[in-house]
């Protein structure tokens, strides 16, 4: 069969719902014959492969928009033996963070053809991982991406393996195989903060960190003490506070640290909702910030940058974060190698604000 130049009319296939014949549409076999190519290529170009050329993507393109062809998600589905849905599963206690999250996945899935679907979940319940399999296994999951700290948790993964469930895991260290991996280095992004509150001339620093089942609390609490400790300066047990990356423990942080008789004169929180909480507890005894009290949080959330002082914190590119993961999910499916993609790990890095100064 001779090609068709790019952009002339493609003959209608008999099944076309065009061409006279009622209750019929175009399949991708009518747009495999009329723009001279396999079934295969059609597929690619559908799926947005970069292994198709350029002329030929023109060629299929033209003919589906020619024939008003639309794949079929059950039909797509069923070929590939799972739907077209992308998982995230959180158990993260921190909303902005989920949907910054949430939104750079979606920044990925743009003409992919996949939607996400979300499962918000607690590592605390013995049904967790019962959850977990309903949930994959009644959507039929393309794949599944994971923040921590569910990330963190080897059931889980053992599990997804079990259901043959792709997965790509975001995590403050390595954990796994670097096709399923988003390494975010979290230590790297704390020890800037104990440095700069150092070089403010702070030596009363206090420490809330998150809870013991997020490995980021571990990480990024030891890059902290480590970094403090280069410096000369020991932290003091009393200024330890465990938290539970929440605004309410933060409230809660705030008031233990502030009523001691010796008091911090800065305090390091482990993401920005606590260090907002803790700035309310301040100012809630009184206190003027940031004469009084200087704050660093960690994530860099929108809202730091909205309260007022405005808060010093950790920058974690949370959306490109996602985005990151999920375009890695979407690798195989575009005939690209995950492994390969320069997307493995970001690096956290300190925004310099209002809420800390030097100390008085």
């Not at 065009?18 to 079934?39: F, H, L, M, Q, Y």
């Not at 994971?146 to 390595?174: F, G, K, N, Q, T």
């Not at 670097?178 to 420490?207: C, F, K, Q, S, Y």
């Not at 005939?335 to 209002?354: I, N, Y």
């Amino acid at each position: 069969m001779a090609r068709r130049q790019i952009g002339e009319q493609p003959t209608l296939a008999q099944d076309d719902p065009r061409s006279g014949r009622p209750g019929k549409r175009a399949t991708i076999n009518d747009v495999a014959r009329e723009a001279n190519v396999s079934k295969k290529t059609v597929s690619r170009v559908i799926n947005q492969s970069p292994f198709v050329k350029e002329d030929t993507r023109e060629r299929v393109d033209a003919v589906i928009k020619a024939l008003g062809f639309t794949p079929d998600p059950q039909a797509r589905a069923l070929a590939f033996r799972r739907s077209f849905l992308v998982g995230l599963i959180y158990d993260n206690p921190s909303p902005t963070y989920v949907v910054n999250m949430q939104q750079g996945v979606l920044d990925a899935l743009k003409g992919s053809g996949l939607e996400l679907v979300v499962h918000p979940c607690n590592r605390d319940v013995p049904t967790l991982l019962e959850d977990i399999r309903g949930f994959v296994e009644r959507q039929r999951l393309y794949g599944v991406i994971m923040p921590p700290s569910v990330s963190e948790d080897e059931r889980v993964i053992d599990l997804l393996r079990e259901l043959d469930c792709p997965y790509v895991r975001i995590a403050s260290v390595a954990l796994d195989k670097p096709e399923a991996m988003l390494v975010t280095n979290d230590w790297i992004g704390a020890a800037e903060a104990a440095n700069h509150l150092a070089a403010l001339g702070h030596r009363r620093i206090g420490l809330v960190r998150g809870p013991d089942l997020f490995r980021s609390s571990a990480v990024r609490g030891k890059g902290f003490r480590d970094a403090l400790a280069e410096r000369g300066i020991p932290l003091n047990p009393a200024y330890d506070f465990k938290g539970a990356y929440t605004f309410e423990s933060g409230v809660d942080a705030g008031h233990a640290l502030l009523s001691l008789d010796t008091p911090p004169t800065a305090i390091f929180t482990l993401n920005d909702d606590m260090a907002i909480g803790v700035m309310q507890a301040a100012r809630e005894r009184g206190l003027e910030l940031p004469r009084d009290l200087s704050v660093v949080g960690f994530d860099d959330l929108p809202m730091a940058a909205r309260v007022w002082p405005n808060l010093t914190s950790v920058r974690l590119p949370i959306r490109d974060m996602g985005r990151m993961a999920a375009e890695k999910l979407l690798a195989p499916m575009r005939g690209l190698d995950p492994a390969t993609l320069e997307q493995d790990e970001v690096h956290p890095a300190l925004v310099v604000r209002k809420s800390a100064i030097v100390a008085v």
